[in-house]
């Protein structure tokens, strides 16, 4: 008789570990998904952000080409004016070339401004493109992957649910 109730708690046992160890099972593998999506949802927000910093990149360049554009018609038009002014009233040779030769030195300054902040706009841009593959990076490791149970702590379970039946059906086993 003790060795049947014995028998019946080592199955109750045997049972309880295995039905413990897929529900651990179940739980790693709806973790592990769930991490899954995350790091799908942080690599799409990651690509989402860089193509607005690349729309905002080729913004800035065209902006920036669009200035110098108009920086050099402007200039144009002023020395054309300059000249044109210069020979309505008969004067020419030097006080001419400086003259042309300072409005294109404030074109030129206003053009290397324009490039320089053009520059620093897009290394800001680019710190930004970094900063959101970090962001992405965070946004994954905030997420714990699943940890599927050891198959050996099933056994081990189990082994002891075997020694703790031998225990009760030979409670005097061993002892001399």
């Known amino acids: 008789m003790c060795t049947a109730v014995a028998l019946v708690g080592l199955a109750i046992s045997a049972?309880?570990?295995?039905?413990?160890?897929?529900?651990?099972?179940?739980?790693?593998?709806?973790?592990?998904?769930m991490y899954e999506q995350n790091r799908l949802n942080s690599i799409q927000a990651m690509n989402d952000e860089v193509n607005q910093i690349n729309l905002r990149t080729q913004q800035e360049r065209v902006a920036a080409s669009e200035e110098l554009q108009t920086a050099n018609r402007k200039q144009m038009a002023d020395m054309a004016t300059a000249e044109a002014s210069a020979g309505e009233f008969g004067v020419g040779g030097l006080s001419v070339d400086m003259l042309l030769g300072e409005i294109a030195s404030g074109y030129g300054r206003d053009r290397a401004n324009t490039k320089g902040n053009l520059d620093m706009t897009l290394a800001q841009l680019e710190q930004e493109r970094r900063g959101s593959e970090t962001t992405r990076d965070n946004r994954i490791n905030s997420v714990a992957r699943g940890r599927r149970p050891s198959p050996i702590g099933l056994g081990l379970s189990?082994?002891?649910?075997?020694?703790?039946?031998?225990?009760?059906a030979y409670p005097n086993a061993g002892r001399a």
């Not at 049972?15 to 998904?33: K, W």
């Not at 189990?158 to 009760?168: D, K, S």
């Open 15 to 33: 049972a309880s570990s295995v039905v413990g160890f897929m529900g651990q099972t179940a739980q790693a593998d709806a973790q592990e998904a």
């Open 158 to 168: 189990i082994a002891q649910a075997g020694l703790g039946a031998h225990n009760t």
